[in-house]
């Protein structure tokens, strides 16, 4: 399909591990959001990229969490040393933002559910 | 304490009745989204608002933002069990462009 795609669905890592999690946005899309999302609850904002210009990294709760957005395209988002307050599902969107102004509509993949023994 | 915040968190009705979600906030936002999330799913957008006083119709839902862009509501009439769901209200405030701000979330349940 065209949507958001997120690798893995399911992460189960020890405490202390570092994980890796993959979003594959819309073909075309300018804009790539992460968030977290606890277990019922809303999204809390991550990292935003749009284009060339530099990350807004503003969401990020430590400097254990890292993401990279190669070629404008993939985005990967690490965690180092899993703390198990990182357990929730990581979402992705992607949106063609730079046009759609106040409009713009997020794009969401399924998530990463992540648990941290 | 949340920018944006929903109520109630958790609303339980029966087929049939009509129910009434609440996004409130202090801050002023250009505009507001409403999302709607199904387990294992990410949200999809159902509607945008953006003029003050804006109303907007979907079938059985109606959303309207409030005259000063600091709230909105999500109306749904005769509910059915299809309309189960997590219900998200999304922000942009106006200093912070294109980023959005979520909600808590209202988690609804329709029994049949």
């Known amino acids: 399909g065209a949507g958001v795609s997120q690798s893995p669905s399911n992460k189960v890592t020890e405490k202390g591990k570092d994980v890796e999690l993959r979003c594959d946005p819309i073909s075309g899309h300018t804009a790539l959001y992460w968030y977290r999302q606890s277990l019922g609850q809303g999204l809390e904002f991550l990292i935003y990229?749009?284009?060339?210009?530099?990350?807004?990294k503003s969401g990020l709760p430590s400097d254990r969490f890292s993401a990279e957005r190669t070629g404008g395209s993939v985005s990967t988002l690490t965690i180092q040393r899993t703390q198990q307050e990182d357990s929730a599902v990581y979402l992705c969107a992607s949106s063609l933002d730079l046009l759609a102004g106040p409009r713009s509509e997020q794009f969401f993949g399924p998530g990463t559910r992540l648990t941290v023994l | 304490t949340q920018l944006l915040e929903q109520s109630p968190q958790f609303l339980s009705i029966q087929e049939g009745e009509n129910l009434t979600v609440y996004c409130n906030s202090s801050?002023?936002?250009?505009?507001l989204q409403w999302y709607r999330q199904e387990p294992g799913e990410g949200p999809v957008l159902l509607v945008t608002v953006v003029t003050g006083g804006e109303v907007k119709k979907l079938k059985r839902l109606t959303f309207q933002f409030g005259d000063a862009r600091k709230d909105s509501s999500l109306h749904i009439t005769a509910a059915q069990p299809g309309d189960t769901g997590l219900y998200l209200c999304a922000g942009r405030p106006k200093a912070a462009g294109n980023k959005l701000t979520f909600g808590g979330g209202t988690r609804v349940l329709v029994k049949p």
């Open positions: 801050s002023v936002f250009s505009s």
């Open positions: 990229f749009q284009g060339n210009s530099a990350p807004d």
